[in-house]
T-cell receptor, first 115, second 116 residues
């Protein structure tokens, strides 16, 4: 069975600094998707970034980028130039690229941004 | 294009009552997923439905929980005889097609169920 592990329950970062959130996963599949979702206090799930496993290149979205290490089954999120609005819970998620495509989520990392 | 809609946003039920949670997927989306988020935890998959079919209910508790996605109207997650442990946020997500290279599920705002 696939699993997703986020080993950092909470992280803090100074405004304008860079922070990296860790995520590891376990799967025997070769084709799959990985996601980072942000959940602010409103509880709305907001997609931050998506990575297809077949792509070698790491995904980037403005200040957000990932370090995807397929062999190591690692998928970390780097947030550059952190802003107060980045404070939220961040969830890493995995989906097989076949079958039902259901998501498997990690337990989340609470990110605090210090002014 | 309206996003995924869920109602009610907040629902309070006494123990033993029934809870009905509704989800209207995005226009053109025929795949609906339900997830549950217990306090201070991540989201856990419950059930995946297509129109008039339950495809995967491997995450659903065996008793008291049921889901449907009729030909017309929203998807419904029904919890009978609620207990305090059912208190959680229930999220619905929808997607248009599965085998797309830019695959993504679109989440609704969630329904927060409180059982007193």
């Amino acid at each position: 069975a696939q699993t997703v592990t986020q080993s950092q329950p909470e992280m803090s970062v100074q405004e304008a600094e860079t922070v990296t959130l860790s995520c590891t996963y376990d799967t025997s599949e070769s084709d799959y998707y990985l996601f980072w979702y942000k959940q602010p206090p409103s509880r709305q799930m907001i997609l931050v970034i998506r990575q297809e496993a077949y792509k070698q290149q790491n995904a980037t979205e403005n200040r957000f980028s990932v370090n995807f290490q397929k062999a190591a089954k690692s998928f970390s999120l780097k947030i550059s130039d952190s802003q107060l609005g980045d404070a939220a819970m961040y969830f890493c998620a995995y989906s097989k690229a076949s079958g039902t495509y259901k998501y498997i989520f990690g337990t989340g990392t609470r990110l605090k941004v210090l002014a | 294009n309206a996003g995924v809609m869920q109602n009610p946003r907040h629902l309070v039920r006494r123990r033993g009552q029934e809870a009905r949670l509704r989800c209207s997927p995005m226009k053109g989306h025929s795949h609906v997923y339900w997830y549950r988020q217990l306090p201070e935890e991540g989201l856990k998959f419950m059930v995946y439905l297509q129109k008039e079919n339950i495809i995967d209910e491997s995450g659903m508790p065996k008793e008291r929980f049921s889901a449907e996605f009729p030909k017309e109207g929203p998807s419904i997650l029904r919890i009978q005889q609620v207990v305090r442990g059912d208190s959680a946020a229930y999220f619905c997500a929808s997607s248009p097609v599965l085998a797309a290279r830019d695959y993504e599920q679109y989440f609704g705002p969630g329904t927060r169920l409180t059982v007193t």
